[in-house]
């Protein structure tokens, strides 16, 4: 059985084909700047040259089509034709509060998807035009929609209610919904097989730290709390995003600079963090090779960053009363070391020790705790689009 993944974004569509006998990637590409003059596609048939093709595209069914055009070329495809995809997986930021897992996609499930364009303008809509341009290019194979937010709809109120007019939550759904779920599901799920212990019966951290970053802390197989929140904006320091911050900041910097609620977007979410701090980069190797050059702004906005991450441990592992283990993923957890060492140092307190010769790995699934370590430091590489396409196969099955 072939599955075809498919993560759409407002200009850009991401796709990778699994041969799910054995679960390998036949091939994966992009499509960048759709809608947009200078559409290129990038595809990567695995075993053969990586191709690349400029073609400007009006919209995200033009990108499909020409994404299903390589896929079958006699030169460059993986596959004969289309009838060779049994199913397609679509990766969905937002299920709202209706979805704590995996759907095939009829038109309730899309009017759910068009209900939380309101709480997710940035993402559903784009992930809506990418299964609409796929459901009428392929219309006879089931189409699974695979939400980031469905993992953590375990979470209890206690932890997803904010403390607002109860309204809020009634009226218009303000709570902490969580994101990066399949990467949560996923490191959390191998981070098991690594300890030898029942999912069901571990106490985990995952700490999912890319660009964008969450952490989450689960218990019995159920997420008790995530770092990200009403959007993914809560929680840690990011490459843009502020991450938390006292609420009265914002009405006071709107006033201050004479920003309505779209430029304060813009400034929350694309001019803080990181890049916002350090005056340097969002990109974490940029300030890491500023501060170690000297850069005062770097290292501070350096030690902000691990604050954060040690500061959500702490609160974590009090959640948790334990913890067996903390996982590390995604670009900055999988690759970089001097971060994993510089989050877990001096938090021996809590049973954290990290052996930091072993921790000298980049991408790989490795245990770097000490042997003295009550709780197991694991880095494990994630692996989002084949969470989607084995929920794809269950489901299309
Ligand atoms: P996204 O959220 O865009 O999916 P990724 O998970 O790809 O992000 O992570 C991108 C981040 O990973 C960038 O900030 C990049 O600097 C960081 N990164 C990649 N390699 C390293 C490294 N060796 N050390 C520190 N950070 C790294």
């Given at each position: 059985m072939k599955v075809l993944v498919v993560n759409a974004g407002s200009s850009s569509i991401k796709y990778q084909v699994f041969?799910?006998?054995?679960?390998?990637?036949l091939a994966k590409g992009l499509v960048d700047r759709v809608g947009i003059p200078g559409t290129t596609l990038e595809h990567k048939p695995i075993g053969k040259d990586e191709v690349i093709i400029k073609k400007d595209l009006p919209d995200h069914t033009a990108g499909m089509k020409l994404v299903l055009e390589v896929l079958t070329n006699s030169e460059y495809g993986v596959i004969k034709n289309m009838d060779e995809i049994s199913a397609v997986g679509h990766r969905v930021v937002h299920g709202g509060e209706s979805f704590a897992e995996s759907v095939v996609i009829d038109d309730k499930v899309k009017k759910v998807i068009r209900d939380c364009f309101d709480i997710a303008p940035l993402h559903n809509p784009p992930n809506l035009m990418g299964i609409e341009a796929c459901q009428e290019l392929m219309p006879n194979v089931p189409h699974v929609a695979v939400f980031d937010t469905a993992f953590h709809q375990t979470m209890k109120p206690e932890n997803y209610l904010?403390?607002?007019?109860y309204d809020a939550y009634e009226?218009?759904?303000?709570?902490r919904y969580g994101f990066h779920g399949t990467s949560h599901f996923y490191v959390a799920h191998r981070a098991a097989e690594m300890l030898g212990k029942a999912y069901e019966d571990c106490k985990i951290i995952t700490c999912h730290l890319g660009n964008g970053g969450s952490m989450a802390a689960i218990k019995d197989g159920q997420v008790?709390?995530?770092?990200?929140?009403?959007?993914?904006?809560?929680?840690l320091v990011m490459g843009t995003r502020s991450g938390d911050?006292?609420?009265a900041i914002v009405w006071f910097l709107m006033d201050k600079l004479g920003m309505n609620t779209s430029e304060a977007n813009n400034y929350f979410n694309k001019k803080s963090g990181m890049l916002g701090l350090s005056g340097v980069s969002n990109d974490l190797r940029d300030v890491l090779e500023a501060a170690n050059s000297g850069n005062e702004r770097a290292k501070i906005a350096l030690q902000v960053y691990y604050n954060k991450v040690k500061g959500y441990i702490g609160n974590y592992i009090a959640k948790l009363n334990g913890c067996d283990c903390i996982i590390f993923t995604a670009g900055v957890g999988e690759n970089g070391y001097d971060v994993r060492e510089a989050i877990c140092s001096d938090m021996d307190y809590l049973g954290i020790k990290m052996d930091v010769e072993k921790n000298k790995v980049r991408g790989k699934e490795v245990d770097v705790s000490?042997?003295?370590?009550k709780v197991r430091i694991f880095v494990v590489p994630t692996n989002e689009e084949l969470v989607i396409a084995r929920d794809t196969k269950r489901l299309a099955n």
């Open positions: 041969n799910m006998e054995d679960e390998s990637v904010y403390a607002l007019p009226k218009f759904k303000v709570r008790i709390d995530t770092t990200m929140g009403f959007t993914p904006l809560e929680g911050i006292d609420p000490a042997a003295d370590s």
